[in-house]
C-alpha cells in the first residue's frame, strides 16, 4: 500500500477492487467508517432486520441495500459490495465455505446486504479522547466474550449478546463512557463497567475471540456491545447461504466519522 | 375518567380495553411513552421495516410485534393492541373504511404491529425545560406539513417527509434543540429552524393537519419530523388492508418517558 494509506475512502474501494490490497482495514482511510457486512437471501432478511431493529447496540444498522443491488447508496454511492472488500467469508449450512476477495460469482438476484457499524469509529475517538487502548497499542485484535445475555430474538435468529472488553485506567472510565455514548451507531455506551461476572464471563485472560490483553493495577475491564454479534447469530441460524467481511476486513465507506456523532 | 388521569399505564390499558375511555390520549398516563400504531400484513412488513430503518427521524420504531401477536412484549407485556387503544382507523386499498375501539375481528395471523415514537414525549421534555407550546396551551392539535423533502424509499413505500411546526422564543431555540436531540426515539432533534421555504413550506397559517397556530414577534418557526410520515407513506402506498390508531388516540406503554433519553 505505502503512501495508499492517505487515500480517500473510494480511492481505497478501488485498490482494493483491483485486487491490489486484500489485507485488513484498521488504519485505513482513518476517519472515514467503516462496517460489518452480512448478505443474506431475502428469504431470510425481514427477520434479521428485526433482529437488528430488536438488538441496535450489538447491531447498529447503517444500510440495509435492495435485493439484487450490491450498491451502498447511502454509504458510498457508485460502490460495489461484491468486489470493494478486501475479503469474505462465504458460508453454507452454517459451515465455512470458502474465503475469497471478490463475491460477484456468488451474487443473486435475492441477496439482500446489511452494513452495520464498527468499533473502529468509537476507538478512534477515543484514542483522540486521550484514552489509551491496549489492543490497538500491542497490535492485537480486541479480546470478545459470548456473554450469558440473550439478545431479544427474532424468528430464525437468536443467540448471546458477544461484548468486546477494553482495560480503561479508573479514572479515565467516565470519559470512555462519554466519549462512545456519542456513537450510539457504533455500539455506543458499554453495557457493562467492571462487573465481568454480570455478564458470565469468569476468566478475562481467555477470550472467546480475539487476543488476550493484560489488565494492569488502576485499570477497569469495560464491556462495550460487539458487531460479531449479528455475524455469530446468523451462523447460528444455520442458513442455507450467508456471505460476511472476513475478520478485520471491512468495508470502508465514505461517512465521516464524525457524521455518526450525535452530541 | 375522572381521577383515572393519575392512574397507571395498565390501569389506563384496562379502561380503555373495557371501553370505558375511547378519547384522545394527549394527558393521559403522564411521564410514559406513548406510540403510534401502523398494522400491517407480513407481505408488505419487510418493506415498512426497512422504510423505518431508512427514515428513523419521522419512523423511530420502538417495538415490532411477532407476526400474529397482538402482544407489544418490550413496551407493554400483557398489553393487547388489539382492544388497548380507544380508537383505530382501517384502511382498505388505501382508503378509510371505519373508525372501531377494538380490532379484535379484523386481528390476523399474518398480521405484525410497528410502534413507533411519539412527540408527546419530546413535548413534555419541552414544556418541563420551560419552553411554552402554543398548540397545548391553546387546546389545538399541532401543525403539519407534507414537505418537499422525499424520504428515502423502500419497495412499495415513498412519500414527502411530513413535519411538525412548533413556534419558539428566539432565545430559547437552542434549548428547544437540546432538550429534543435526547430524545432520538421521539424524532430527536428538529431538522429545520426558521426557513420554512427550505421545507417547500410557503403559508405557515394553513398546514396540511392539525391547527394553525400564530407566530408572535420574536418567534422562530421550529420543525421537527411527525410520527405522520410512516402513516401517510402506509396509506400512499394504497395497501390492501392497513390498521392506525385514530389521530391523538395513541397506544400508552408501560416505558417511563425518560428511558428513551440518551444522554
Sequence with gaps: MGDSRSASPRELREIIRRGRWTGPTPGLAPGFVQTNLVVLPQAQAYEFLLFCQRNPRPCPLLEVTD???PEPRELAPGADLRTDLPKYRIYREGRVDGEVADITAEWRSDLVAFLIGCSFTFERALVEA???????EEGKNVAMWATTVECRPAGLFHGPL???MRPIPGHLVPRAVTVTARYPMAH???IQIGNPDAL?????????????VEIKTGETPVFWACGVTPQAVALAAKLPFVITHAPGHMFITDLPDHTLAIL
Tied chains: 1, 2.
Design 67 to 69: 435485493p439484487g443491488s
Design 162 to 164: 458477544v461484548v468486546s
Design 188 to 190: 455506543g455506551a458499554p
Design 130 to 136: 486521550g484514552i489509551p487502548l491496549r489492543h490497538i
Design 200 to 212: 458470565g464471563i469468569h476468566d478475562l485472560t481467555r477470550p472467546d475471540w480475539g487476543d488476550a
